[in-house]
């Protein structure tokens, strides 16, 4: 139970998270691996996943909330309704601020054109550091890897990946394979 309510309040791992958006009908796939500072608090996850959830969470939460603001009038509403999102939204960024600033973050997408592969950005670097921060993670739930070990292995991780200002220099570094 504590395990699930970690993974509500906090996100699936510990050390950030990965975003794949599916294949879109242009056949493009993006993936974003974001890897949290090793050492941050529990309430400093809580804060970076409120801010990574936001846009659903938000979004849910002001459409029930139309509900019981229905008697005010519907453009009273959706004002309200609104403004509570944006809020909650500008609120969520300026407290998170300064922690995703120390986030490293990687993304890379793909494209068939013509039959061929197009890559935009690492892909190895994210492929490579995302299966160890998920076999890390899967070591971590199963107990086989003591919490130093976890977070020294994370933190060896998040060295490899390029900070915000290295990320900006490197993108778009494009490769075109055929596969």
Same mark, same amino acid.
């Given at each position: ?5 970690? /993974?509500?309040?906090?996100?699936? +791992? *510990? ?14 796939? /993006? ?7 090793? =050492? ?15 846009? #659903?969470?938000? +979004? ?6 139309? #509900?019981?603001?229905?008697?005010? =009038?519907?453009? @009273? !509403?959706? +004002?309200?309704?609104? $403004?509570?999102?944006? $809020?909650?939204? *500008? ?31 690492? &892909?190895?670097? *994210?492929?490579? $550091? =995302?299966?160890? @921060? &998920? ?5 971590? /739930?199963?107990?086989? #890897? ?8 994370? $933190? ?6 390029? +900070?915000? !200002? ?12 055929? /596969?």
């Amino acid at each position: 139970m504590n395990e699930v309510l970690r /993974r509500i309040t906090e996100g699936r +791992a *510990l050390w950030g998270t990965i975003d794949v958006s599916p294949l879109s009908r242009g056949i493009w796939q /993006r993936a974003r691996l974001t890897v949290y500072p090793p =050492g941050i608090s529990r309430g400093e996850r809580r804060l970076l996943h409120a801010f990574h959830a936001w846009p #659903i969470v938000g +979004a849910v939460g002001c459409l029930f909330a139309l #509900i019981p603001l229905s008697d005010a =009038g519907p453009v @009273l !509403a959706l +004002a309200t309704a609104l $403004a509570v999102y944006l $809020a909650g939204f *500008l609120v969520l960024a300026a407290l998170s601020h300064d922690l995703r600033v120390r986030c490293h973050v990687i993304t890379a997408a793909s494209e068939y054109v013509g039959g061929s592969l197009r890559e935009f950005g690492d &892909v190895q670097l *994210l492929l490579t $550091a =995302g299966r160890r @921060l &998920v076999d890390l993670e899967t070591q971590r /739930r199963a107990g086989h #890897i003591d919490p130093v070990a976890y977070e020294a292995e994370w $933190a060896a991780v998040y060295d490899t990946l390029p +900070a915000s !200002a290295e990320r900006a220099a490197v993108w778009p570094k494009t490769t075109d394979r055929v /596969r």
